[in-house]
C-alpha cells in the first residue's frame, strides 16, 4: 500500500539523523521543510462576522436616532463599510488558515520530488556505504565475540567482549534504520518474497544465506534475518556478502541467482 507524502516527507527529513553524508541540495530542503512545519497554522475564525457586524451597525445606527444624534432618515445612503471590513477580514483569516494547512502539504510533495533523480542516487549510495562500513565494523567485532555471547555475558565478562556485544547491538539498530531508509528513498517495489532465494536475496548477495531457509519456519538457522541474533551468528560467515540493495539491485540478483540454479540443475540432470 503506498504512503502519504506527508508520512514519507516525514521519514525522510529524520534522515539527517543517520550519520551519512547528504547531498547540499537535499539538506537544504529538509531545512526548509523542517521550517514550514514550525510555521503556526491559525484556527478558523468563528463564522459570521459580518452578521455580527451588521447588528453591531444597525444597533448603533438605533441608538444615534433615537438619542438624536444622527437623523433617523440620512440624506446619505448608510456607509456600511464597517460590514465590509469585518466580512473581508473573516474571508482574510479563512484564507490564512486554508493556506497554512496546504503549505505543509504543498512542502510534503516537494520534499519528496527533491529525494528523485540524481539526489536520490546520491543518498542511496551514502546509504549503502554507510551500511557497507558498519557491516565491516561488525563482522570485526562479532568474529571477537565467543558463541552464544549474549547481554549477559557481556555484562559478566566486561573489558573487549562488552564493548563489542554492545557496539555489535548499536549497529543492529542502526542497519535496521537504514534499511528503512532506502526504502523510503528508493521507493521501488522489491520481489515478492515467495521463497527463500526472494527472501535472503535482501540481505546477503552471493545466494548462500538461502541454503539456510527453514520453510515454512520463515528464518534463517541464524535467526530471523534483521535480529541481533541473525547478525551475530551470519557475520561469523566468510562466504556471505551481507549488503543493502535496491528493489531494482535485489532484482537483478534475484534473476541470476535463480538462473544460476536452473543452471546447474540442467547441468545435473544431463550427467
Given at each position: ?51 455580527r457586524a451588521v447588528t453591531a451597525l444597525a444597533d448603533e445606527l438605533a441608538r444615534d436616532a ?189 534473476a541470476e541467482l535463480r538462473a544460476d540454479r536452473q543452471a546447474q540443475r540442467a547441468r545435473a540432470?544431463?550427467?
Amino acid at each position: 500500500m503506498a504512503i502519504s507524502d506527508e508520512y514519507r516527507a516525514g521519514k525522510l527529513a529524520a534522515l539527517t539523523q543517520l550519520d551519512i553524508a547528504l547531498p547540499a541540495t537535499v539538506r537544504a530542503a529538509i531545512t526548509g521543510y523542517e521550517a514550514v512545519l514550525a510555521l503556526p497554522v491559525p484556527d478558523p475564525p468563528y463564522p459570521g462576522a459580518d452578521r455580527r457586524a451588521v447588528t453591531a451597525l444597525a444597533d448603533e445606527l438605533a441608538r444615534d436616532a433615537l438619542t438624536g444624534k444622527r437623523p433617523a432618515a440620512p440624506a446619505q445612503p448608510l456607509d456600511v463599510s464597517p460590514v465590509t471590513r469585518a466580512r473581508q477580514d473573516d474571508q482574510d483569516a479563512l484564507d490564512r488558515a486554508a493556506v497554512a494547512r496546504e503549505l505543509r502539504a504543498a512542502a510534503a510533495v516537494v520534499l519528496c520530488q527533491v529525494f528523485s533523480g540524481e539526489n536520490g542516487r546520491q543518498v542511496i549510495a551514502a546509504i549503502q556505504a554507510r551500511h557497507q562500513a558498519i557491516v565491516a565494523d561488525l563482522v570485526k567485532r562479532t568474529r571477537r565475540l565467543p558463541p552464544g555471547a549474549s547481554e549477559q555475558t557481556a555484562l559478566e565478562t566486561g573489558g573487549q567482549h562488552r564493548a563489542d556485544f554492545l557496539a555489535a547491538r548499536d549497529a543492529v539498530a542502526e542497519l535496521d534504520r537504514l534499511r528503512e531508509a532506502i526504502r523510503l528513498v528508493d521507493y521501488g517495489t522489491p520481489p515478492e518474497p515467495d521463497d527463500g532465494v526472494s527472501f535472503c536475496s535482501a540481505w546477503e548477495r552471493t545466494g548462500n544465506l538461502a541454503g539456510t531457509w527453514l520453510a515454512p519456519a520463515g528464518v534463517t538457522t541464524h535467526g530471523p534475518p534483521g535480529s541481533l541474533e541473525f547478525y551475530l551468528s551470519a557475520a561469523r560467515v566468510p562466504e556471505y556478502d551481507l549488503w543493502l540493495p535496491t528493489a531494482a539491485e535485489q532484482s537483478a540478483r534475484l534473476a541470476e541467482l535463480r538462473a544460476d540454479r536452473q543452471a546447474q540443475r540442467a547441468r545435473a540432470a544431463a550427467l
